[in-house]
């Protein structure tokens, strides 16, 4: 179970709890706001450890003093003072730092709760509500794991049950709840979207996946229908059975339909690659790192989370959201290289690389999708390793044939702390992948391979306003970059729920 959050509207002195977070910008010689009045409660002990450089204030830097004084003074038995780093480089990214940073500090003490001051909406200047929210999300983010599948720890781990926002303002209080309330239906959302990418391949298979989405919109009472082999045969859609046909178990295509509480909202479709584990198939590929090709799902995984969040906070708009997923295997009844299918929009398609089955299984899904009218379609697809390459795992590619839909989606990925990043989609791309014998080819090689495979995508579309996200590079970690405290260590992020969550808010009112 994870943390509650809630507002506390007293004094920062008064509040009782194990542990009472606060902050302090870095080059300060002393401290103010909140912080100010812990040191003063506390006799000035912060002063003289700033003095003693003892605490510095660079990002992240935690420094837990014990209150041995007198309660009445000060109620918290603990106070952390966290680092925002310096005043001028301070922005929501710092803030979710800060309070992951702390919350998984008030973890590994065994604190069972914390307190917290929202970092950010005094001297930092940044939004109060829009900071308390960052400050839950990050919190709630920081403290997930995924331990269903080891022992029980010796000794016993003690979870944090409740996080509380201190806030004396009566009105900011009341603001404040609405934001914990959010953030923690948006941590939910991730944590269901890092369940589902995190869990191996022989537990999160495509019927797997297909039931929880099941799950998650019946007791929700979203509108849920799920096809297998015969409906997808029935369909048309010769595409994702092509990519199937050398696994041995069944293919799943899911669609989740959320209604906005009020008619005439928008409608945005986001459609997601669900390979629940990609080996290459006949274009098999080396075994160094295959087993996070589990990952493979990451994107119906967000649109599984989102469409989570979309219900949850009963969002302004309708969503329509879209998965395929089979796994991708070799065997005596894979497709192979040279294949050619007819796809569910009547477009053939030569496969001249069974390892690119993403844009695969898209091209039935978004052709789909398109024929339901939505007003934009979002994708998202651990795509491409060339994308990889092209950015990293700081931000997501992102390819679309609107440039105003893609940089709302900018911005939003800035606020959420979800970056994208665009990458060229032109006419010479789809040059790169005529094909001799059907209408397109399915690979071009590697060079500008997220392009080419965005290009793919797009004779799916049906012209439709579109943003591809190619989430290969932020669909989990590894153990060879470093990660912020609010992303778990080696393992799935959940990325993408966060970014819609605030395209949603945005677009709907748009
Ligand atoms: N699932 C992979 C892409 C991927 C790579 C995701 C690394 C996460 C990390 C995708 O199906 C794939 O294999 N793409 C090929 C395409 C190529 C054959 C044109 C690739 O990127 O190598
Ligand atoms: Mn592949
Ligand atoms: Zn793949």
């Known amino acids: 179970m994870s943390a509650a959050v809630n507002v506390a509207r007293v004094s920062v002195t008064e509040i009782q709890t194990p542990l009472l977070v606060v902050n302090i910008f870095q080059g300060m010689a002393s401290p103010s706001g909140a912080t100010l009045a812990i040191d003063q409660a506390l006799g000035g002990l912060l002063s003289r450890l700033i003095e003693q450089r003892e605490i510095v204030g660079t990002l992240g830097e935690i420094t837990i003093v014990h209150n041995q004084g007198d309660r009445a003074q000060l109620a918290a038995d603990r106070v952390a003072v966290v680092g925002l780093g310096k005043l001028e480089e301070l922005d929501l990214e710092a803030i979710r730092v800060a309070a992951a940073s702390a919350a998984r500090r008030a973890r590994d003490l065994r604190l069972g709760r914390l307190a917290t001051i929202v970092h950010g909406a005094g001297a930092g200047g940044i939004e109060p509500e829009l900071a308390a929210r960052t400050v839950a999300e990050a919190s709630l983010l920081a403290l997930y794991s995924y331990d269903e599948l080891k022992s029980p720890p010796d000794p016993p781990t003690v979870p944090i049950e409740e996080i509380i926002l201190v806030e004396r303002d009566p009105e900011r209080a009341a603001r404040f709840e609405a934001a914990a309330h959010a953030a923690g239906v948006v941590a939910a959302a991730v944590a269901l979207a890092r369940d589902l990418s995190q869990g191996p391949g022989n537990l999160v298979t495509p019927t797997y996946l297909a039931e929880q989405a099941r799950q998650m919109a019946e007791s929700r009472g979203v509108a849920c229908e799920v096809w297998g082999k015969a409906e997808l045969r029935d369909q048309g859609m010769n595409a994702i059975l092509a990519v199937n046909s050398g696994s041995s178990e069944e293919p799943r295509f899911v669609i989740l339909r959320y209604r906005a509480p009020a008619d005439g909202a928008k409608t945005l479709a986001v459609v997601g690659k669900g390979i629940t584990f990609d080996s290459g198939g006949i274009s098999l590929k080396p075994a160094e790192h295959m ?107 992102a390819l679309s044939n609107d440039d105003r839909l893609l940089s709302l989606l900018r911005e939003c990925g800035e606020v959420a702390g979800e970056q994208i990043w665009p990458l060229p989609l032109s006419r010479e791309y789809h040059k790169d992948i005529e094909s001799t014998i059907a209408d397109i080819k399915n690979s071009a090689g590697r060079e500008g391979g997220a392009s080419v495979a965005a290009a793919f995508l797009e004779n799916f579309v049906d012209e439709r306003p579109w943003v591809h996200l190619d989430i290969a590079g932020t669909a989990y970690t590894t153990g060879w970059v470093r990660v912020p405290p609010y992303q778990p260590p080696c393992a799935a992020t959940g990325v993408g729920v966060r970014l819609l969550a605030e395209f949603a808010r945005r677009w709907s009112a748009a």
């Open 291 to 397: 087993e996070n090709m589990k990952h493979d799902m990451s994107g119906a995984a967000a649109v599984v989370g989102f469409v989570q969040l979309a219900a949850d906070l009963k969002l302004p708009l309708n969503v329509l959201g879209i998965f395929a997923a089979t796994e991708n295997l070799p065997s005596g009844s894979a497709y192979k290289p040279g294949d050619v299918f007819r796809t569910y929009n009547g477009k053939t398609i030569e496969v001249n690389n069974s390892d690119a089955e993403g844009r695969v299984i898209l091209s039935d899904a978004l052709a789909y999708a398109a024929t339901q009218g939505p007003d934009a379609i979002v994708d998202l697809a651990t795509l491409t390793g060339a994308c990889v390459v092209a950015l990293g795992h700081h931000a997501s590619g």
